[in-house]
């Protein structure tokens, strides 16, 4: 076992679908404890790499709530034991993805991860908003195994066409 959920909520309307969308009113749980990386499927394909693009879905998708109260991260996953608390919402569909995600960590030195993005595939706009805060030995320099694990304050600002995206960091 690698992953253990526990409490897990789903409220979404089913005739929502008859209609093209899949209307997910809450995802929650009260945990989830990630115990391993799980072992890879060799017989898979390898993935080849694309322009970025959005999924296509056969529905529009909308999920209004995600509440997951602890996330228990074993040290074997990436190096550091953590337990964070994640919270957002996300909207996608054809042509168009808004996620507004916020990762706060609850143990240790403590920190937090909020993203808010909007993504307009037909006119490749993209609006995003990061930011990053983290004292000396956080998840992010240890995700990314940076020498010495010093603190992290990260703040990304952008709005304009994919092309030709600036941010301000």
């Known amino acids: 076992i690698w992953l253990t959920i526990t409490q897990p909520r789903l ?3 089913r005739t929502s679908l ?9 995802l929650t749980a ?5 115990a391993r990386l ?15 693009s959005l999924p296509q879905l056969p529905v529009s998708a909308l999920l209004e709530k995600i509440a997951i109260g602890t996330v228990s991260i074993d040290e074997s996953v990436f190096g550091l034991a953590s337990r964070i608390g994640v919270q957002g919402k996300m909207a996608l569909d054809e042509e168009l993805l808004d996620v507004d995600l916020s990762i ?5 030195p403590g920190g937090s991860f909020a993203v808010i993005a909007n993504y307009d595939e037909g006119r490749q706009w993209l ?13 992010f320099v240890n995700l990314l195994g940076i020498e010495d694990r010093p ?11 994919i092309a030709e995206f600036t941010m301000q960091l």
């Open 104 to 108: 706060n960590r609850q143990d240790g």
């Open 38 to 52: 799980p072992v890879p499927d060799e017989s898979a394909p390898t993935a080849e790499a694309e322009p970025f």
């Open 127 to 139: 609006k995003l908003l990061a930011d990053l805060q983290e004292p000396e030995n956080g998840l």
């Open 18 to 26: 008859l209609v093209g969308k899949l209307d997910v009113e809450s």
């Open 30 to 34: 009260d945990s989830i404890e990630v």
């Open 11 to 13: 409220i979404w309307s």
């Open 151 to 161: 603190p992290v304050l990260l703040r990304a600002n952008g709005d304009g066409p």
